[in-house]
């Protein structure tokens, strides 16, 4: 469960598994600021979310860009009074193979990913100190063991990881759990982006994908939802440094 009146940011909240994230935030009894980068798609999760009789406050946020990032934050505190979780989902994929990705395929996920979930930890811990209380939920990928045509997204992701550790270690004594979600293939806008990138139908993609899991079905965006949301809980208070891979196999 996730106490009444915890207040949770998540960002890349417009649609897909960020909106998912927030609405099951918000499903537990959590008070939501719904981030992205384009605020009608943060208004559409929010405008759900209030429908269905939860708390949410739509804000746009580059998380790339640090007064952004620092704003969006600050949003929670003066809407709410509190911040007490972060789902840093924000994602973007500029997928090429080496020899032909730029500088700026290369810095611009870089950037979004990894940048922009240092920049929102460092933000949002300032808060969750103060209130010696924090769960922090990070988004890596099956992708950061390496995939062919993702070497800025895989390098991210891969550095997400090792930061999420770091965060762990250094923020635990202040009641700030940080902990990592690595999903596998999962219905969404990205996965049929990448589909049309490498020239296959989207059906065809997704049964390929299927094929490959143990559980012969692809993920959805409440699949991953469902495990941040544990995250995010109080039952989750003795876990952090973690990295769970959620992609229907071992």
């Known amino acids: 469960m996730i106490e009444a009146k915890r207040v949770a940011v998540v960002t890349g909240a417009g649609r897909g598994i960020g909106a998912a994230c927030a609405k099951s935030l918000a499903r537990k009894g959590a008070q939501v600021i719904v981030s992205d980068l384009l605020l009608d798609g943060a208004e559409q999760t929010a405008e759900a979310i209030v429908a269905a009789g939860g708390q949410a406050v739509a804000v746009a946020c580059d998380v790339s860009v640090r007064e952004d990032v620092e704003s969006l934050m600050n949003r929670s505190m003066e809407v709410y009074g509190r911040l007490d979780i972060l789902v840093n989902n924000a994602g973007i994929i500029r997928d090429n193979l080496i020899h032909k990705m730029t500088d700026d395929d290369f810095d611009q996920v870089i950037g979004v990913h990894l940048k922009g979930t240092w920049l929102c930890s460092q933000a949002a811990q ?48 202040f009641g700030i759990t940080c902990n990592a979600v690595a999903p596998g293939f999962i219905e969404s806008d990205m996965t049929k982006e990448t589909a049309a990138r490498i020239g296959v139908e989207f059906a065809a993609f997704k049964e390929m994908a299927a094929r490959e899991t143990a559980v012969l079905r692809i993920g959805t965006p409440e699949d991953v939802a469902y495990a941040v949301t544990f995250f995010a809980s109080e039952e989750a208070a003795f876990i952090t440094g973690q990295v769970l891979y959620i992609r229907g196999g071992v």
């Not at 209380?133 to 991210?156: E, K, P, V």
């Not at 550095?159 to 965060?167: F, Y």
């Open 126 to 173: 300032r808060h969750m100190v103060a209130n010696r209380y924090g769960r922090i939920i990070n988004f890596s990928s099956t992708s950061a063991l390496g995939n062919r045509g993702q070497a800025n997204y895989a390098a991210a992701k891969a550095g997400i990881q090792g930061l999420t550790k770091t965060l762990a270690i250094e923020l635990g004594r």
